[in-house]
């Protein structure tokens, strides 16, 4: 069964760093590419930042970039989401979703909320 | 950027009715749509990939269709567990992009 577990998530205040977690299993991790997708409360997904499946390719949306780095550690099925100068506007669950065969997001984590706040 | 528009925003239905819900993109994204169900309090999930299949373990009762730049997800019959919020995204250019849901609520 294929399984994404989310962790790291917290209160930090403005200008703050967190580093978010996603533990993999259930699958060839080092098979598939991932992405990191926000939801902000009462709102819709976001895209945030995606890596190739062997970590050589990576992308971020405008509003994160220079600001968070997304890696992996394919020896020990791991997705990371490391976010600096953290802003109220990136409050949000955030979830780690696998991309799929043909480039969906076909499996989902439970999420981790991230709390920006003085 | 390919943006995404659904409609309605919010639909209201009882349980055994029809439901037929639109995604319009800004421009062609062929058939790189998926349509995502997320229930209250749960991670989205995927129903829909590539226009019109279905994924792992979806009900018959959800079906996709269109290309270019109108989709649509029927749902045939509503069941209980099928009132939630249904996202479409595109994968035709970078970045993939989401709508802004469409909320099936019970009548």
């Known amino acids: 069964e294929v399984q994404l577990v989310e962790s790291g998530g917290g209160l930090v205040q403005p200008g703050g760093s967190l580093r978010l977690s996603c533990a993999a299993s259930?699958?060839?991790?080092?098979?598939?590419?991932m992405y990191w997708v926000r939801q902000a409360p009462g709102k819709g997904l976001e895209h945030v930042s995606g890596?190739?499946?062997?970590?050589?390719?990576?992308s971020y949306a405008n509003s994160v970039k220079g600001r968070f780095t997304i890696s992996r550690d394919n020896s020990e099925n791991m997705l990371y989401l490391q976010m600096g100068s953290l802003r109220t506007e990136d409050m949000a669950v955030y979830y780690c979703?696998?991309?799929?065969?043909?480039?969906?997001?076909?499996?989902w984590g439970q999420g981790t909320l991230v709390t920006v706040s003085s | 950027e390919t943006v995404l528009a659904q409609s309605p925003a919010t639909l209201s239905l009882s349980p055994g009715e029809r439901a037929t819900l639109s995604c319009r993109a800004s421009?062609?994204?062929?058939?790189?749509l998926a349509w995502y169900q997320q229930r209250p309090g749960q991670a989205p999930r995927l129903l829909i990939y590539?226009?019109?299949n279905r994924a792992t373990g979806i009900p018959a009762r959800f079906t996709g269709s269109g290309s270019g730049t109108d989709f649509t997800l029927t749902i045939s019959s509503l069941e209980p567990e099928d009132f939630a919020v249904y996202y479409c995204?595109?994968?035709?250019?970078?970045?993939?992009?989401f709508g802004p849901g469409t909320k099936v609520d019970i009548k």
């Open positions: 259930g699958f060839t991790f080092n098979n598939h590419g």
């Open positions: 979703a696998r991309v799929g065969a043909t480039r969906e997001f076909d499996y």
């Open positions: 890596i190739t499946s062997n970590g050589d390719g990576t």
């Open positions: 590539d226009a019109s």
């Open positions: 421009q062609s994204v062929s058939r790189y």
């Open positions: 995204q595109q994968r035709s250019d970078w970045p993939p992009t």
